[in-house]
């Protein structure tokens, strides 16, 4: 079974000219270990071409993230509920 970095450098070695993925980072219950083997998926995904993005897990209103957030060790504002998005 080929693995995702095989999969990838396939599609670009026959041409797809824009491959993209997107990581979101600091997910609960991420580990130390965890995100160092993503940033490493990461690295080597940019190195054979393809485009890595990123985001942060973001603990929106209403989420479990959200309604979790002390037992996930969380920290929400007095402004997160100010995150929507419709405005930057």
């Known amino acids: 079974m080929l693995n995702i970095v ?3 450098k396939h ?3 026959i041409g797809m ?3 993209f993925c997107t990581f ?3 997910l609960p219950g991420e580990t130390e270990k965890i995100l160092k083997e993503t940033l ?3 690295t080597e995904l940019n190195n054979i071409g393809v485009n890595v993005y990123t985001s942060l897990a973001t603990p ?3 989420t479990y993230s959200c ?3 002390e037992e996930l060790n969380i920290l929400i504002t007095e402004t ?3 995150i929507n998005f419709y405005e930057p």
């Open 6 to 8: 095989e999969r990838l």
């Open 67 to 69: 309604n979790h957030a």
């Open 60 to 62: 929106f209103p209403g």
């Open 11 to 13: 599609l670009l070695d």
């Open 17 to 19: 000219q824009s491959v």
């Open 40 to 42: 490493d998926l990461m």
């Open 80 to 82: 997160s509920h100010m």
């Open 24 to 26: 979101v980072l600091r």
